[in-house]
């Protein structure tokens, strides 16, 4: 019983920012890695970015030096800061946590519904 939801997407001009956030709730011991995925259409699914519990992180060639990943481990939220923002970056952009539920459990990956984002003209 663990839901994330995402939120902050919408439309924006070439070169703007938007700001996408992800709250996750439920039984939730320890919350592992933090990711952000998206799917453009007519294209597979790839990882953005990823941040530890520890803080490391790790971003997709094409968003480097552009987006900015970040967590707040006391209230279980992803974000994902997105400056100077590209047509090609159109997608909807899904959080993605793995999750532990208690000491003794397995992490397990939960994934959002997902948030659309539209950069264009």
């Known amino acids: 019983q663990v839901q994330l939801v995402e939120s902050g997407g919408g439309l924006v001009q070439p070169a703007g920012s938007l700001r996408l956030s992800c709250a996750a709730s439920g039984s939730i011991f320890r919350i592992h890695s933090m990711d952000w995925y998206r799917q453009a259409p007519g294209k597979e699914r790839e990882l953005v970015a990823a941040?530890?519990?520890?803080?490391?992180?790790n971003y997709a060639d094409s968003v480097k030096g552009r987006f900015t990943i970040s967590r707040d481990n006391a209230k279980n939220t992803v974000y994902l800061q997105m400056d100077s923002l590209k047509p090609e970056d159109t997608a909807v952009y899904y959080c993605?946590?793995?999750?532990?539920?208690?000491?003794?459990?397995?992490?397990?990956?939960?994934w959002g519904k997902g948030t659309l984002v539209t950069v264009s003209s």
């Open positions: 941040i530890t519990r520890g803080g490391s992180t």
């Open positions: 993605k946590h793995s999750v532990q539920s208690s000491w003794s459990s397995s992490t397990r990956e939960y």
